[in-house]
């Protein structure tokens, strides 16, 4: 096996958890509002195909949340086995939020196990439908809460640090940093998104692979618009975390956009590469975008990387990082806008095939978008853990047997993956739509609407 030190393989086992967990923690967040607006639909409708999707989707929710809850867990523990320096100053900071989190997964499952269990059981489905909302509350509180955590990692305050005493706490401050604002609402908003465009990828599929349902479309069509929906607030939600990268963290931004030297109406870089001396080759250029992004003006300044140490910056490459996942967003935006447009026409039809492999493409697209993101927002914050107080190699681990839990959890997550896959497909395949439509609502006709 190859070597490395205690802080590489460190960082290595903390990417490989996140990097699985945050796809099942965006579902895990999202999902819950689609499953709460497709049963209500149903019931204002009276609209059996709404309701069965509500249905559906919450069994597939409740195994990803099961796998959710094990690689959060295990986030939890190696934030005190991988990096004890840093619990040591600022676990006493972030245990009000982390504590936080828990309460809110459990306020989540306690009225997720309400809903799952109450279907049928009440003569008015709307009393149904209400325990829904906590869940969905639930689930963005818990958003919310470990968003914190990695704000007051961006944007440090509410203390005094002293050596390596921590002093002054203030837990309130610390939790609402200058970074919580921005990111938490790109989190939930891109959450949402994610999750509207796997489910509508799914559909898509199984209309592709069969002959198309009611239940299939009114599927496609509700998934699609919350994808519009949700990508254009995720657009807003980038606009306003690039303003705030521009007042607070602005080496990430320059980092990330290739800006070498502080000045005016400075251009947005697309791509490209980089020579030996740093020079942007073979780029798309944007004449003053920068500068509109960054202030929302075409010939505001915009600080450089000039300004800051080489020591102190963030890795070069993290500009594909921010290329990719804004790109990646635009074509869920624009995938979704398109079905929307071909659906108010009558000469083309929103089911075409072309556009149902777009769509479905859109789902693993979004999933790697969140991955980009994630990995744009860490990394740019190299070389801190704590920015401003300590860099990621003081809080490690200096244990040599990292590389084995490495393996481990590699493992674990192989194993986990393969599990899920394999259960959600068994659950939905012997399963098919049409036949538990028919089943459970034999009083609906073929459109899904009551008889």
Known sequence: MMEFDSVTMSRMLTSLTLAFHIIFATIGVGVPLMISIAEFIGIKKKDANYTLLARRWTRGFVITVAVGVVTGTAIGLQLSLLWPSFMQVAGNVISLPLFLETFAFFFEAIFLGAYLYTWDRFNNPIYHWLFSIPVVIGAGMSAFFITTVNSF????????????????????????????????????????????????????????????????KKALKLTMIATF???????????????????EQPEKLAAGEWHFETEKGADLILFGTL??????????????????LSHGDFNSEVVGLDQFPEEETPPLWIHYMFDLMVMLGMYALGVSFLYIVLSKLKRWSEHNKWLLWLIVLNGPFAMLAIEFGW?????????????????????????????????????????????????????????????????????????????
């Open 153 to 216: 990692m961006n944007t440090p305050q509410g203390f005094e640090l002293e050596g390596r005493t921590i002093t002054d706490i203030d837990p309130l401050e610390a939790m609402f940093n200058p970074a919580t604002p921005t990111k938490v609402f790109h989190v939930l908003s891109s959450s949402y998104l994610t999750s509207a465009a796997i489910l509508a990828a799914i559909t898509a599929f199984i209309i592709l692979k069969k002959k198309s349902s009611n239940y299939h």
């Open 229 to 247: 929906f949700f990508a254009i607030l995720t657009a807003i939600a980038g606009d306003l975390s690039a303003k705030f990268l521009a007042d």
């Open 275 to 292: 020579n030996e001396n740093n020079e942007v080759e073979n780029e798309i250029r944007l004449p003053n975008a920068l500068s509109f």
């Open 375 to 451: 990995i744009f927002a860490e990394v740019g914050r190299q070389p801190w853990i704590l920015r401003g107080y300590m860099k990621v190699s003081e809080g490690a681990t200096t244990s040599p047997h990292v590389d084995w839990m490495f393996l481990l959890f590699l493992g674990l997550y192989i194993l986990l993956g393969v599990i899920s896959v394999s259960v959600l497909r068994k659950l939905f395949s012997d399963n098919p739509a049409e036949v538990e439509l028919e089943h459970r609502y034999p009083e609906v006709d073929q459109r899904g609407v009551d008889v």
